[in-house]
């Protein structure tokens, strides 16, 4: 992530950081330093921070510097650190729940990810393709009328005067 991170601003000429600051160790410091240098930012000032002890690491310091429990400068580390996580676990769950977000669509035979996926991004909602007409579906390619039925089916069931075609 590092790596990639400072590759990015490196190669499109964007601004960096004041400061690097790793959550982890001594070995987290070490493959950050690395990746930094492999983007060709590593003129970079870096501390990490370890949870256990609230160790702070520093480049070529053999031992880490220990602050004391009630230093604002601890505290402010430890509200950085504890933001990133706030972040990244937020992050994870937005990527988990779009993975796992299904609509009415997949449960129509014929209708998978990838096809759902077309007619969300053409149509916006299940809703609003509920409101389209056979002609209208079939205009999206690889759906053909009789999956289209389906579909309207699905989002919005007949009642029993209704024909079989929606035309």
């Given amino acids: 992530v590092v ?6 601003r490196v190669g499109e000429g964007r601004p960096l950081p ?4 790793v959550d982890g160790g001594r070995g987290q ?8 240098e492999g983007a060709g930012a590593s003129d970079l000032p870096v501390a990490a921070l370890a949870k256990r002890q609230e160790e702070v690491w520093l480049p070529g310091r053999r031992d880490p510097v220990i ?3 009630t230093d604002p400068a601890l ?3 430890q509200r ?13 769950r937005a990527l988990r729940r779009k993975r796992t977000l299904k609509t009415a669509l997949r449960q129509v035979p014929g209708v998978g990810r990838a096809r759902e996926a077309e007619l969300l991004r053409r149509f916006g909602s299940p809703a609003a ?24 089916d699905t989002l919005t069931p ?5 024909s079989d075609e929606r035309l």
């Fill in 75 to 77: 505290h402010w580390l």
């Fill in 29 to 36: 410091l070490g493959a950050a330093l690395q990746a930094m």
């Fill in 129 to 152: 393709i509920a409101a389209l007409s056979v002609s209208e579906l079939t205009a999206v390619p690889g759906i053909g009328p009789a999956t289209a039925n389906r579909i309207l």
């Fill in 18 to 21: 004041d400061l690097v600051l």
């Fill in 80 to 92: 950085v650190r504890d933001e990133a996580h706030r972040f990244a676990v937020g992050y994870n």
């Fill in 67 to 69: 602050l004391d429990r």
């Fill in 158 to 162: 007949r009642t029993d005067g209704e």
């Fill in 3 to 8: 790596g990639r991170y400072f590759q990015r």
